[in-house]
């Protein structure tokens, strides 16, 4: 049996959180700094945490192996499970004809990156987060964004972005249910909490998002749509976890963006548009005052006007940078391949385009059937004792990691699977061609599969030996300062595992001791891990492998690290504030 240690370097508790952060701070040098290819990155750094676990933490070197199997294992199922499964599903619409028929769907909604932005990655983004998780919608969102004309890097950094405020709340709650499950604070309590923190981040994270898009120029013009979008989506959260039912938060306020988005674009345009490729254009009604002009003085026909414009548009398509071009097999408009037909498709047309991800919002939402989720834990879940690992906290009880619990039908990768089969008899795809598909897309994924496994074996060994204990106990000790670091517990607890739900797993009864012990609220602090917590899910290196995988970019996490950074680091500053004033009479009433 091992028993992890909280201070194994020379007895002291600072000196040894300093050496239990070294793999983190190399990993974020080595891909922000010295600009190192990610796999390289996360390989390097599990091997200096296997070297700290067993020199410095006294971990047998069997149990350190046996843990970073569990990790690799766990990065393989269910993380890459979803991704892969996610990714075939995109790559199946790609082989048909209905993608390009999705692009012009999505275009003929408006044609404007700006508020595509808005209405999938942060609406529909919002409602896939709600159903699964576990990074498909950063990858089904940025495939969205593609097929309208967006550029890849910014379709994965836009992705990544959106992924904030929803997170929370993702996967019917799970991250706020598991918060629960570990700290046994009551689960309304912790709902209606963080209920009153999300909100506020979903208010600008639109904002955010036409700014990525097109700079203060789409902040200047798209704010009022942006403003509606973050108004409705954090009083829909609050509201929904605050008095309704927590799993269907992110549900309900996905649902009620997009009307709210859809009721104000119908009496309100920006005066321009910015479509495929950044190229700019006037508004509908500006276009067509411009052609009756231009008839009453030249005698021109509308429809050469027409066609004028749209060469126009299309002239104004900036080339690529080199970092931008995908992978070969990717469906992505580039240069003179940018799609330029913007025509409304017949309904039934635009039903078989959007059919694969209406497919999936129906699995998804039959699975979340009470008595299908039932049956689904009993049989399509299994639970037992990791082989080789035998560990106890540095208090002497089990470390319930060790327990590893495999969804197998019930995990979200299979019901990405079963979604891929039907969109195959939907779009009478051969099994040999689905086959070819899923082969294609697992090689296109051989390096994000050897970065995912490698992180999450880090994250494993980094747990169990005591390592991340040491850090969150060290960060716990600053007193009435707890109330400012406590977000940036939970801010290292996704980052590094990529998951709100395990971050809370990991931090949560430390959150709420801690809190106890230096006079703040249990639930306040508890809340604030998973709040904070998602601000670090765009940095996580699983994530950043989900996104550059999805757009083509291979080995481009580094580059969507170093563009997100600045973000990440700024809402955690702003959530940080918003909490520290919770935390005092000043917010103090927000507290149930």
């Given at each position: 049996m091992f028993q992890q240690i909280l201070d194994p370097i020379a007895g002291s508790l600072i000196l040894s959180a300093l050496f239990a952060a070294l793999p983190l701070v190399l990993l974020f040098v080595l891909l922000g700094v010295f600009k190192v290819k990610a796999p390289k990155a996360a390989l390097a750094s599990l091997a200096l945490s296997l070297v700290l676990a067993i020199v410095g933490w006294q971990m047998p070197v069997n149990q350190a192996l046996s843990a970073t199997a569990a990790g690799i294992f766990y990065g393989l199922f269910p993380i890459l499970w979803i991704l892969v499964n996610a990714l075939w599903i995109y790559r199946l619409t790609v082989a048909t004809p209905w993608f390009e028929v999705l692009g012009r769907t999505i275009r003929s909604i408006s044609n404007d990156l700006r508020i595509l932005s808005i209405l999938i990655a942060f609406c529909f983004g919002a409602l896939l987060e709600s159903l699964a998780g576990f990074g498909a919608p950063v990858a089904i969102s940025a495939a969205m964004l593609m097929a309208a004309g967006m550029k890849p890097l910014k379709s994965a950094i836009v992705s990544l972005l959106a992924n904030t405020a929803p997170v929370a709340f993702g996967a019917m709650a799970a991250p706020i249910i598991a918060l629960n499950g570990v700290t046994g604070l009551p689960l309304n309590e912790l709902s209606s909490m963080a209920g009153r923190q999300t909100p506020f981040i979903a208010l600008i994270v639109p904002l955010l998002l036409v700014f990525i898009v097109d700079g203060r120029r789409g902040v200047k013009q798209t704010w009022p749509v942006a403003l509606v979008a973050g108004v409705a989506f954090g009083a829909a959260q609050f509201v929904t976890s605050n008095y309704f039912a927590v799993e269907l938060?992110?549900?309900?306020?996905?649902?009620?963006?997009?009307?709210?988005?859809?009721?104000?674009?119908?009496?309100?345009?920006?005066?321009?548009?910015?479509?495929?490729?950044?190229?700019?254009?006037?508004?509908?009604?500006?276009?067509?005052?411009?052609?009756?002009?231009?008839?009453?003085?030249?005698?021109?026909?509308?429809?050469?006007?027409?066609?004028?414009?749209?060469?126009?548009?299309?002239?104004?398509?900036?080339?690529?940078?080199?970092?931008?071009?995908?992978?070969?097999?990717?469906?992505?408009?580039t240069g003179s391949a940018v799609p330029a037909d913007n025509s409304r498709p017949e309904p039934r047309q635009i039903w078989m385009a959007v059919a694969p991800y209406l497919i999936i919002i129906v699995v998804f939402s039959v699975a979340q059937i009470p008595f299908v989720k039932a049956w689904l834990s009993q049989v399509g879940s299994v639970t037992f004792a990791w082989p080789g690992l035998d560990i106890t906290d540095s208090a002497g009880k089990p470390v319930a990691a060790t327990k590893f619990k495999l969804d197998h039908l019930k995990a979200t990768g299979t019901l990405l699977l079963f979604s891929g089969l039907l969109t195959m008899l939907l779009y009478k795809i051969t099994a040999s061609q689905g086959l070819r598909v899923y082969r294609d897309t697992v090689v296109q994924?051989?390096?994000?599969?050897?970065?995912?496994?490698?992180?999450?074996?880090?994250?494993?060994?980094?747990?169990?030996?005591?390592?991340?204990?040491?850090?969150?106990?060290?960060?716990?000790?600053?007193?009435?300062?707890?109330?400012?670091?406590?977000?940036?517990?939970?801010?290292?607890?996704?980052?590094?595992?990529?998951?709100d739900t395990s971050s809370n797993s990991l931090f949560g009864q430390m959150q709420a001791t801690a809190a106890e012990q230096t006079g703040l609220s249990p639930v306040l602090m508890a809340a604030s891990n998973s709040s904070a917590g998602v601000m670090g899910k765009m940095l996580s290196l699983q994530n950043l492998a989900v996104a550059s995988a999805a757009v083509g970019l291979d080995g481009a996490e580094g580059t969507l690290f170093r563009k997100l950074l600045g973000w990440s680091l700024g809402l955690l500053a702003l959530i940080t504030v918003l909490i520290f004033l919770q935390s005092t009479p000043v917010l103090g009433w927000m507290v149930p």
């Open positions: 938060t992110d549900v309900v306020a996905a649902v009620v963006t997009v009307a709210a988005v859809l009721l104000t674009l119908k009496v309100w345009q920006p005066k321009e548009t910015v479509g495929m490729g950044g190229a700019v254009q006037a508004a509908p009604e500006a276009t067509e005052a411009a052609a009756v002009g231009a008839r009453a003085n030249v005698g021109a026909r509308p429809e050469a006007a027409s066609a004028r414009a749209g060469a126009g548009s299309a002239s104004g398509t900036s080339s690529k940078h080199s970092a931008e071009r995908p992978a070969p097999g990717t469906a992505m408009p994924l051989r390096w994000t599969i050897v970065t995912v496994t490698a992180v999450l074996g880090l994250s494993f060994v980094m747990n169990l030996s005591g390592q991340t204990t040491t850090l969150g106990f060290a960060l716990a000790s600053a007193g009435g300062f707890f109330a400012v670091l406590s977000p940036l517990i939970g801010w290292i607890g996704v980052a590094l595992t990529g998951s």
